[in-house]
């Protein structure tokens, strides 16, 4: 399902908005505590169930969840698959630009705003999840301590390594060649 003028150009206007107000928010915002690593591989995960968590007023309110829904459905291409209940309050989606086979966007350039920002959208979350195929990496910025506390330990080097990826610590990376 290809968008057409009409949708691209909505889509280019909330685009728009979102940029705008994202730029004006920035600076008022604290630092994020995430760094992110790595470049897209391609693999597709966030375009097969794009997530999307929402407030308490979308996820008990039925007239607004409905034009929520709405709006997903109609413009962002996106069909409801289901409801993740729970703290998360997220609806997961199945994208109708998303072509399986190939593994890419039949609408790429009127994407919407969520999908161009993925995963740096998510670096504001306490604890983000990264789809398991994604070539992206988070690294706590605020690890360096527990990281220096558990080189001091007893643990294997294996042990060590394998409990700081978990907890997305710093880890030692080589020098960048010029």
Not at 147 to 156: E, F, Y
């Amino acid at each position: 399902m290809r968008d057409g003028p009409l949708r691209r150009a909505i889509k280019a206007v909330v685009r728009t908005i979102w940029t705008l107000e994202a730029g004006l928010r920035r600076p008022l915002q604290p630092r994020s505590r995430w760094v992110l690593h790595g470049a897209c591989n391609g693999c597709g995960a966030c375009c097969e169930r794009p997530t999307i968590a929402v407030s308490k007023l979308f996820w008990r309110w039925p007239t607004p969840r409905r034009a929520f829904l709405a709006w997903q459905r109609h413009i962002n291409g996106f069909a409801l698959v289901n409801k993740l209940r729970g703290p998360t309050r997220a609806f997961v989606f199945r994208c109708t630009h998303f072509d399986e086979n190939t593994r890419q966007c039949d609408s790429y350039a009127s994407r919407p705003w969520m999908c161009r920002a993925y995963p740096r959208g998510l670096l504001r979350q306490p604890w983000p999840e990264l789809f398991d195929d994604c070539s992206h990496t988070l690294e706590d910025r605020e690890g360096a301590g527990l990281a220096a506390a558990l080189d001091q330990t007893d643990l294997s080097l294996e042990a060590r390594e394998k409990l700081k990826s978990a907890l997305r610590l710093p880890v030692a990376r080589p020098p960048e060649p010029d």
